[in-house]
């Protein structure tokens, strides 16, 4: 199944935005300029991947596997938004970092 590209810009620009502000607000509430950076690869394996948090525990090998498959199936369109996403992540990090340096506190 193909993406439009209207749905593609869409999709692109709302996980950026949508990383991007988590991200920040992680970032102001624990005082870690990375901390979404960190979170962020876990977050993509809960959205490629369907299994719950358990499965990775108590069948690890056919859970991996799975995920290895899954991940090797994406499609372009899907691996553009999910860097999004970690764009965005990563500049929420930057952000926080140049305003904690420019002498804003609660940052």
Request: glycine share 8%; net charge positive.
């Amino acid at each position: 199944m193909q993406m439009s590209l209207p749905v593609l810009i869409i999709s692109v620009v709302l996980f950026f935005v949508l990383f991007f502000g988590i991200g920040f607000l992680l970032n102001m509430l624990f005082r870690s300029s990375w901390i979404m950076v960190i979170i962020f690869p876990l977050v993509a394996v809960f959205i490629i991947n369907n299994k719950k948090l358990i499965e990775y525990f108590r069948s690890p090998a056919d859970t991996f596997g799975q995920l290895g498959g899954r991940l090797s199936s994406l499609a372009p369109a899907d691996v553009t938004i999910l860097a999004s996403g970690l764009a965005g992540a990563i500049l929420a990090g930057v952000v926080i970092k140049t305003l904690r340096n420019k002498g804003y506190r609660m940052f």
